[in-house]
């Protein structure tokens, strides 16, 4: 691997050159001649190429939502936690972190609670940095259909808490979220600080973290019951009668 130091960096390939961008650095590698795969580094590749397209529907669905940076190694370690989880694998998701750099519990001390379409972020202290004045704590959710590769639908909500002071006490809030739909239902807590009404530039003064994944509940299937029909329990008792004509008559009862 060599590192590519000019006015004009490029990514792609350019004949038998491939550069691209590793932790922020631009690097360069050469197309090996032969490729030999076996049937282990086929299985391999089919594998890191289905958490490759899980993590790029994941990153489309909730980055636009998102009002904070992400790290450089964004990519590689969604793809990484898919791979190592496996492709079906989604409460695997849960506690990752689209800032790579810090989570909530730096901002919030007791973690919120996602239950029945609502977050509810308990009672605490919550400890600003030196130049904060606002904290916001935004919820994103977002659902996903995995089989069909599609975003079926997203919310989001808002809350502006001041800050006065180093430690600030918050009585605690419930924040709706409604995301009606198929597929697998994402949310996740954004935490930015604020100064002057502007962001704070600092890395470790905003988060993003996956706090939820809750599956689509299957549907149950309609059972009908029907009765059986009822069994004779005796047959109607036949008996001849006597007539006038002296034939008999056959009476039923």
């Known amino acids: 691997m060599a590192i590519l130091d000019s006015l004009i960096p490029f990514t792609g390939r350019l004949g ?16 090996p001649e032969k490729v030999r795969q076996t049937a282990n580094t ?7 190429g289905a958490a490759s397209r899980k993590g ?9 939502h998102l ?6 190694a964004l990519v590689n370690r969604l793809n990484s936690l898919i791979l190592q989880a496996g492709t079906h694998n989604h409460a695997a998701m849960v506690k990752f972190r689209f800032n790579g750099y810090t989570g909530i519990n730096t901002h919030i001390n007791a973690r919120p609670v996602f239950k029945d379409g ?17 904290l916001d704590i935004k919820v994103i959710a977002t659902r996903i259909d995995f089989n069909t590769r599609t975003i079926t639908g997203s919310d989001t909500a808002m809350l502006n808490i001041p800050l006065k002071g180093r430690y600030q006490y918050f009585e605690g809030a419930d924040m709706q979220v409604n ?16 100064k002057d009404g502007d962001a704070i ?19 149950k299937a309609v059972i009908t019951i029907v009765k059986p029909l009822q069994e004779l329990t005796h047959l109607p008792v036949i008996r001849p009668v006597s007539a006038q004509s002296g034939l008999p008559l056959i009476q039923r009862e």
């Open 201 to 219: 530039g600092n890395r470790r003064s905003y988060a993003a973290d996956i706090i939820a994944v809750v599956e689509e509940e299957p549907k």
């Open 118 to 134: 609502k977050l509810h972020i308990p009672a605490q202290q919550f400890k600003a940095s030196a130049k904060a004045e606002r």
């Open 16 to 31: 038998n050159i491939i550069a691209y961008k590793r932790n922020g650095k631009h690097c360069l590698r050469t197309v």
């Open 42 to 48: 086929r299985r391999a590749a089919k594998r890191f």
């Open 56 to 64: 790029a529907l994941i990153r489309h669905a909730i980055t636009p």
């Open 179 to 194: 995301v009606p739909g198929k597929g697998t239902l994402v949310v996740v807590v954004q935490v930015q600080q604020f």
């Open 67 to 72: 009002d904070v940076h992400t790290d450089h």
